[in-house]
């Protein structure tokens, strides 16, 4: 079946510091990948989409200089949270899509957690 | 325009059936199914895209009414391992991306 690699999965680090996401889809090529962010409890809140090649597409709310994202190419995508504060700590979790309605498949997440 | 989701929450005990629902007010492209266990990250159980249109097995299965406004999924003889929170996604507005319900919370006790 399709695999998602996302790491790292749990990241501890003090206010002001950059955290690096990867996400790579292990054995298909991805046309589009998306970054989801979770609070305890409640529903997954798409952030950005992502497409290999292009900027990334952000949700309304979401700020794009905060939240990098880099596809680099059909397997890899990135999220990079900017001078992270208490308040971005989350579950962040990846996703890859191969074809229109077909299944999405998700990472593992990152639990990340600012001191 | 998130679909809404009910029950919010639902415990069982073993053997027990349930069922989930997801509804929206306007029809929807087409639905997908998911299950998070705690901690961990979704995992797709089904999609549904044509109206009127039943999938899956005899122990987890879903329809999707004629309208598409609404969507159902059915835990039969429901195991331990059911356990984890149920969401439902459907494209927005036809692009790829998903809008999740809210998610349904669904316990099996002994």
């Known amino acids: 079946g399709a695999v998602v690699s996302q790491h790292p999965s749990r990241v501890i680090c003090k206010s002001g510091t950059s955290v690096k996401i990867e996400c790579r889809s292990l054995d298909f090529q991805a046309t589009t990948m998306f970054w989801y962010r979770q609070f305890p409890k409640q529903s997954l809140m798409l952030m950005a989409t992502s497409n290999e090649g292009s900027k990334a597409t952000y949700e309304q709310g979401v700020e794009k200089d905060k939240f990098l994202i880099n596809h680099a190419s059909l397997t890899l995508s990135t999220l990079t949270v900017t001078s992270a504060h208490p308040e971005d700590s989350s579950f962040y979790i990846c996703s890859a899509l191969k074809y229109s309605n077909q299944p999405q498949h998700f990472g593992d997440g990152t639990r990340l957690s600012i001191l | 325009q998130q679909p809404v989701q009910s029950p919010q929450a639902v415990i069982l005990r073993e053997g027990e059936d349930a069922v989930i629902n997801c509804s929206s007010s306007?029809?929807?492209?087409?639905v997908h199914w998911y299950r998070q266990k705690h901690g961990e990250a979704p995992v797709f159980l089904m999609i549904l895209l044509k109206g009127g249109e039943q999938k899956g097995h005899e122990k987890i299965s879903a329809s999707f009414n004629e309208k598409k406004q609404q969507s159902s999924l059915y835990l039969t003889a429901s195991q331990l391992s059911y356990s984890g929170t149920y969401f439902c996604?459907?494209?927005?507005?036809?692009?790829?991306?998903?809008?999740f319900g809210q998610g349904t919370r669904l316990t099996i006790n002994p």
């Open positions: 306007k029809a929807l492209y087409s």
């Open positions: 996604g459907t494209p927005d507005q036809g692009a790829q991306k998903l809008v």
